[in-house]
């Protein structure tokens, strides 16, 4: 069975802050993929970014960057120098390679507030 | 590409009603699928179709049913709505190659059963 685990219901942080968000992850399955989502308070959800299990290289795009290590089954997300429009409701995310199924495992979501 | 809509964007039920909502897609994507976001729950998979003609269940399945006749549009029929499915509903699309790729999502529909 696949679950992800947000254990930060709410952060709030001051504006130009850093401020990371954690995600755990479970699976038996050797290959799999992560995924964060951002969900504004206009409610749609905005595709982040995406890592298979095979890459383990950190990523950085701008403010966002991801820290993944399977060694502890982690896939963070840290935003620098925070800003308002960074506030929303971000879903860490989990699916497995089954051919043709790419259904999605979410977490719980965790409310970022940045507060100007 | 107008990507994956949704209509209704919002929608009132009285317990028993039933209605359908409609999702679709322009990007020739095989892979459909529902979720239901509810508070403190994150979004949980209702339904999906790997392509036209096949669909199979999610998590929660149950008081949904759903069928893909053609690639675009994949709608999602609640035969006998009940206050426990007030919740909002999304529909996502992917490719779908024997490799896990990107979903994208609809804007979702704010569902409430009075």
């Known amino acids: 069975a696949q679950k992800v685990t947000q254990a930060q219901t709410e952060i709030s942080v001051v504006e130009k802050e850093d401020v990371t968000l954690d995600c755990v992850y479970e699976t038996r399955d050797t290959t799999y993929y992560l995924f964060w989502y951002k969900q504004p308070p206009s409610g749609e959800l905005v595709f982040l970014i995406r890592?298979?299990?095979?890459?383990?290289q950190n990523e950085i795009s701008g403010r966002y960057s991801w820290n993944f290590q399977k060694s502890t089954s982690s896939f963070n997300f840290t935003i620098t120098a925070s800003q308002v429009v960074d506030s929303a409701v971000y879903f860490c995310?989990?699916?497995?390679?089954?051919?043709?199924?790419?259904?999605?495992?979410f977490g719980t979501g965790t409310r970022l507030t940045v507060i100007p | 590409n107008a990507g994956v809509t949704q209509t209704p964007k919002f929608q009132v039920l009285k317990t028993g009603q039933s209605m359908t909502l409609q999702c679709a897609q322009d990007m020739n994507h095989e892979y459909m699928s529902w979720y239901r976001q509810d508070p403190g729950m994150g979004l949980r998979l209702i339904h999906y179709s790997v392509g036209a003609g096949i669909t199979d269940q999610g998590e929660v399945p149950n008081g949904y049913n759903v069928s893909r006749s053609t690639t675009e549009d994949f709608p999602l029929r609640l035969l006998s709505a009940a206050p426990s499915q007030t919740s909002v509903y999304f529909c996502?699309?992917?490719?779908?190659?024997?490799?896990?790729?990107?979903?994208?999502f609809g804007p979702g529909t704010r569902l409430t059963v009075l």
């Open positions: 995310a989990l699916s497995v390679d089954q051919t043709g199924a790419n259904n999605l495992f």
């Open positions: 996502a699309s992917s490719y779908s190659m024997g490799d896990t790729d990107t979903q994208y």
């Open positions: 890592r298979n299990s095979f890459d383990e």
